[in-house]
T-cell receptor, first 115, second 111 residues
Framework: DTGVSQDPRHKITKRGQNVTFRCDPI?????LYWYRQTLGQGPEFLTY????????KSRLLSDRFSAERPKGSFSTLEIQRTEQGDSAMYLC?????????????FGSGTRLTVV | AQSVTQLGSHVSVSEGALVLLRCNYS??????LFWYVQYPNQGLQLLLK??????LVKGINGFEAEFKKSETSFHLTKPSAHMSDAAEYFC?????????FGKGTRLHILP
């Protein structure tokens, strides 16, 4: 169990640029979740996958955001045409089954700063 | 929709004193409830969870929480605070196949 890995840890980008984050879950976990956390707030749900299927997307996930999990293993979260309001910590979590039964294992997050 | 409310965005206690972090939930179905801890620049770590059964749940690092349905509460306690407990704590509730988090309470430990 190597834990949930996120890459990069930090990303600084200029407004209008595209960015992509990667998450590698624990290998036997079939569910993968993306959250966004801004300063002074708790994690806000963005989207989640069961294997390669994206099962739910929050209304927070605007058209500029897209997430994939092509082979049911790692996942990517892309933000197009970044805005200053996108600055946040993006957290990935995985679970071996239904989250309420098993809870999450979180990665350390990717901190995005849009300048 | 399921939600949690954490009372107090900042709580300060002296080292050795009782820690009490308050959480109230709202859920249309029997809830699963969680407490997570976050240290600076790190992800969240599960402290404890309530699913069904015993209403007093023991977690890691000496923390425990009690599920009180009549009060819709799930407060987190620790008998004696340690400096290493300084962190942000999140109460959370299940929402079908995902977990919804509160806004968090930052715990400060005074020497």
């Amino acid at each position: 169990d190597t834990g949930v890995s996120q890459d990069p840890r930090h990303k600084i980008t200029k407004r209008g640029q595209n960015v992509t984050f990667r998450c590698d879950p624990i290998s036997e976990h079939n569910r993968l979740y993306w959250y966004r956390q801004t300063l002074g707030q708790g994690p806000e749900f963005l989207t989640y996958f069961q294997n390669e299927a994206q099962l739910e997307k929050s209304r927070l996930l605007s058209d500029r955001f897209s997430a994939e999990r092509p082979k049911g293993s790692f996942s990517t979260l892309e933000i197009q045409r970044t805005e200053q309001g996108d600055s946040a910590m993006y957290l990935c979590a995985s679970s071996r089954g239904q989250a309420p039964n098993y809870g999450y294992t979180f990665g350390s997050g990717t901190r995005l700063t849009v300048v | 929709a399921q939600s949690v409310t954490q009372l107090g965005s900042h709580v300060s206690v002296s080292e050795g004193a009782l820690v009490l972090l308050r959480c109230n939930y709202s859920s249309s179905v029997p809830p699963y409830l969680f407490w997570y801890v976050q240290y600076p620049n790190q992800g969240l770590q599960l402290l404890l969870k309530y699913t069904t059964g015993a209403t007093l749940v023991k977690g890691i690092n000496g923390f425990e929480a009690e599920f009180k349905k009549s009060e819709t509460s799930f407060h987190l306690t620790k008998p004696s605070a340690h400096m290493s407990d300084a962190a942000e704590y999140f109460c959370a509730v299940s929402d079908y196949d995902k977990i919804i988090f509160g806004k968090g309470t930052r715990l400060h430990i005074l020497p």
